[in-house]
């Protein structure tokens, strides 16, 4: 029996390995990674009709509340003062080039006009638009690209059955044994729908494998065929990037890595734990802008336009994006301190972050105490976070050493060091970016 079990494992392990070998991303879809690796920020967007209730996308699992009941919730979604076209604008005023919209949270309704389950934004809404189309279409008229969060996981469905580790009080009767084939072929319809009918998206960005898998690698592509979807995604849509939120090394058939709520490396969630920046794939922090993905009427903790900046600053540094989220009011508004944000944002994008964030690379040299170094081409752009009076780097032979708008600043530059006197700091100053010729 033993041995039988073992020989088990080492089948299915060869086979993880050889599929792992086996995936060759499409010209198209290198392409777009190297957009999206260049773009180094997107703004991420949890909306549904959990905005409602004003206490974030978990709220139904959170306060228990009954699939049938929440349901309901759809009859008065009405978000009379969404526009596309004002969401993007201000995104891409702030510096973005991308949007990670949820298609459908774990609640399991859909923000798309869908045929396979009148639970939509359509149909089951006196709203009667569909946001998915008019996000897509703004993004088409404002060159901005659009990424779809979609949920593994479906507390309303009665097919997702056998239950996970969550959704256990939303008081749905017991599937069969047909169930899971079932939400398989819901999730492929689903997909399919996603892919076909609104134009080119940029990322299919999943999320729950942990609901089934917590802990359990071997078991994440047998449990939910992540491999059949991610070649159904390549196939309808080969330059289409594939993300998992999954907090594991990615899998075959990935091609962008996701760290929640942490610097990758840093792990000070426990989420990812042992989680190792990928070195083949493009990297993606997502990052609330207070304490909640989803609209939360009581959490006014946001984050200052500093720290913000540091995020940003850092995550390039160590060669990734942030996905900066927002949780969208009911009435279809973004909140205003969101607003805010944005806006001081754009302004620091605009001023720094565009030549010295935007198409640089990151993590050739670790971050020190007083900050870290990005790249582009023959230029360093030395990030100096924590004030700090001289710096020496192991880059050799520079040819100039200068203040970020180009004043000179003198330097010595050997055969393996460069090293230089940090001017003085202008007071309340976040990043102070030194630029060195090589
Ligand atoms: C997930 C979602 O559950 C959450 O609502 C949000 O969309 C975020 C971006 O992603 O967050 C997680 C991820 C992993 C676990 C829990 C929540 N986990 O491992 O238990």
Redesign the pocket.
Known sequence: MKRILSIIILISMGSLLMAQEGYTPSESNVEYRKFVKNARLGI?I?WGIYSMLGDG??VLNNQNINYKEYEKLAGGFFPSKFNADEWIAAFKDAGAEYITF?SR??DGFSMWKSKVNPYNIFDATPFHRDIIGELASACRRQDFKLHL?FSHLDWSREDYWPLG?TGHNAGRPEGNEGSWRSYKKYMDDMLTELLTQYGPIGCIWF??V?DKC?GHRERADSTWGLSHQYELIHSLQPACLVAD?H?MQPFPGEDLQIF?QDIPGENTTG?GDGQQISTVIPVES?ITMNNS??YCIGDKDYKSIDKVIRLIVRAAGKDANVLL?IGPRPDGCLPVEAMELLRQLGDWMRAYGNEAIKGTDGGFYPEQEWGLVTRKGNTLYVHILNPVENITLPFAKARKVTTFDGKPIKFTSGKSETSFTVPMRAEGLTDQIIKIEL
Do not use: S
């Open positions: 991420f949890h996308e978990w949820t949270h774990h969060y580790n999320d729950g942990w917590q939120n907090h929640e989420f997502c993905w989803g989220n």
